[in-house]
């Protein structure tokens, strides 16, 4: 066979991967006799590095490689910009390669076993469809679906191929003769991506067909058109007559008529290949402004990073001030409560030691009056003994006032408790009644205290802070219960921890709330009610002898908490 004039004008470079020395040799001979320019490699590793450097106009390969097989290597060469557009020839030894394997991304499939004159048609059918589309300009558009023409004198066939490509996702149109095919093709602004020709069994001449559609493409070709692929098809088995007939003809490949899915596997190799070279076109026609853009783009990438890294830097800076700044605030908080308390011990300290000195002073003389009062015998006028007893009833009343206010200084010096400021052990029940004897005047009538000392009666710890932590939450409790209620002050005790469990009847505390509840100055009081640093201080107070507070919902609804003070040894 010889070379036409238009293609013998360029001599076209093929890349050879076969790893037979001697079916290397013979395919090179053949080839380069046909007037090709042959290059082979052993492996497809060695030719995908030779890709890199070096594009031939065509890739022959056979499917059965060492190591990388040949669906892999085509699939390799997919992937890469350089090369997914690169025509290749699959060389199999299996009858059902071409279905086995155009999933690849090979363009045709040759048994090795075929006649070489068919391997040689093959190879110029897709160089011709290379050489035709070469002439395209860019497409503008950033996808499109393939637009297949259907010619076919059987309306079955017609229907049965636009339905099977239809479901590939091309836009079909179909003719059922000669005159609607060439009036498809010469439709203004009509551009397909394959043409599939019915060679016989139609009323028209299939061969003729075939030239002018040919003559067609190559004229759209000439004047800066696109070109498209021509699939002949025929019967399960066309002669090589027939083959050479329609090759000679313009068709680029010819499948059996008989087998869809080789047909479609097949429009779908070549729409594929169609719209990669046109997106090959344009991204190489934007490759120069690409490439200063991703320059431009490195460069404020490596900007913006930069930038990223300064401002990260600048917010984990800001945010380790923000700590230092909240944990001074909480610490400078925790100082102010603590010197507040300690002047606050001292005041109560002195003012019941002050109060106490003229108490008792008070306390002996009435005794002494309550007494003489006693020995007096009754005068005999009447007003006179109504006065007599009207005296003795005040002194009465008098002693037990001041009784009174010394239970109150007893009370304080036990809360404040300046001579107990170290760990020991506390009595909580008698701790407990302390507090609640302070606050009585918070609960006066409308509150009923209940109490269940189940616990052990003495726990290691510091005791004036115990009673602040106690009258902290009971007064929270009696403020939180609107009209009458209940406080329930239960004890008990496991083998670790000492309990203290404070529940109330009031409204509760919502969910959302309950972890603020223990933050600095957060309260859920009126203006001018509350400091919001009882629970605060409270929870400080316990987290300093390694416990916790929590808080729950109570039985009847309200609030509870529960303090936990981890159990030590009196020596501790």
């Not at 300690?342 to 009435?366: D, K, R, T, Y």
């Not at 406080?487 to 919502?510: H, L, M, Y």
Request: proline share 4%; with cysteine; glycine share 8%.
């Amino acid at each position: 066979m010889t070379m036409p004039a238009a293609e013998a004008a360029r001599e076209h470079r093929l890349l050879l991967v076969e790893d037979s020395e001697t079916q290397a040799l013979e395919l090179r001979l053949q080839l380069e006799a046909q007037g090709f320019s042959v290059q082979r490699c052993a492996t497809a590793e060695a030719a995908l590095d030779l890709l890199n450097t070096d594009l031939p106009d065509l890739v022959v390969a056979d499917h059965h490689l060492p190591g990388m097989n040949g669906d892999e290597f085509t699939r390799q060469m997919r992937l890469s910009l350089r090369t997914r557009a690169l025509p290749v020839v699959m060389l199999t030894s299996a009858r059902d390669g071409e279905r086995h394997g155009f999933e690849s991304g090979a363009d045709a499939y040759v048994e090795k076993s075929a006649d070489r004159d068919l391997l040689v048609l093959r190879i110029r059918a897709l160089l011709r469809e290379r050489k035709s589309g070469a002439a395209e300009g860019p497409s503008g558009a950033a996808f499109r679906r393939g637009r297949v023409l259907i010619v076919d004198g059987s309306a079955t066939y017609r229907a049965f191929f636009t339905g099977l490509l239809s479901q590939e996702g091309h836009t079909v149109v179909a003719a059922a003769d000669r005159a609607a095919a060439l009036a498809a093709l010469d439709e203004p602004g009509a551009s397909f991506d394959c043409v599939t020709l019915d060679l016989v069994g139609s009323p028209y001449d299939g061969i003729a067909l075939c030239t002018e559609i040919g003559a067609r493409r190559l004229k759209q070709a000439e004047a800066g058109g696109a070109g498209f692929p021509l699939i002949g098809m025929a019967g399960a088995k066309p002669d090589k007559s027939l083959l050479v007939a329609a090759f000679a003809a313009g068709a680029d490949d010819v499948v059996s008529k008989a087998d869809g899915e080789v047909l479609a596997m097949r429009v779908r190799g070549l729409v594929r290949r169609r719209l990669l070279e046109e997106d090959n076109r344009r991204i190489s026609g934007e490759f120069g402004d690409r490439e200063r853009a991703v320059e431009r783009a490195r460069a404020e990438a490596e900007a913006a990073a930069a930038r990223a890294a300064l401002a990260d830097a600048l917010q984990q800076a800001n945010r380790d001030l923000e700590d230092a700044n909240r944990k001074l605030t909480e610490a400078q908080a925790k100082l102010v409560q603590a010197a507040k308390m300690a002047s606050l011990g001292e005041l109560v300290a002195g003012i019941a030691h002050e109060i106490n000195n003229p108490l008792a002073f008070i306390l002996a003389h009435q005794g002494t009056v309550e007494r003489i009062l006693s020995e007096l015998p009754a005068p005999e006028a009447p007003d006179g003994a109504r006065a007599l007893t009207k005296a003795r009833d005040r002194v009465g009343s008098m002693r037990l006032g001041l009784t009174r206010i010394q239970e109150l200084v007893l009370n304080l010096r036990k809360f404040s408790r300046l001579d107990e400021g170290e760990r020991g052990l506390v009595n909580v029940p008698e701790a407990i009644e302390t507090v609640l004897a302070l606050i009585q005047h918070k609960l006066g009538t409308r509150i009923a205290v209940r109490r269940d000392f189940s616990g052990r009666a003495e726990i290691h710890c510091t005791p004036a802070l115990l009673n602040q932590v106690v009258m902290n939450i009971l007064g929270n409790a009696a403020d939180a219960i609107p009209e009458e209620g209940t406080i329930t002050v239960a004890t008990d005790s496991d083998e670790e921890t000492d309990f203290i469990r404070i529940s109330d009847t009031g409204p509760g505390i919502p969910e959302d709330l309950r972890e603020k509840i223990f933050e600095p100055f957060f309260t859920t009081k009126p203006v001018g009610s509350g400091t919001g640093l009882g629970l605060a201080i409270a929870y400080s107070v316990v987290q300093a002898h390694s416990g916790s507070l929590t808080v729950e919902t109570a039985p009847g609804g309200g609030a509870s908490f529960v303090i936990g003070i981890p159990r030590q040894s009196a020596a501790a």
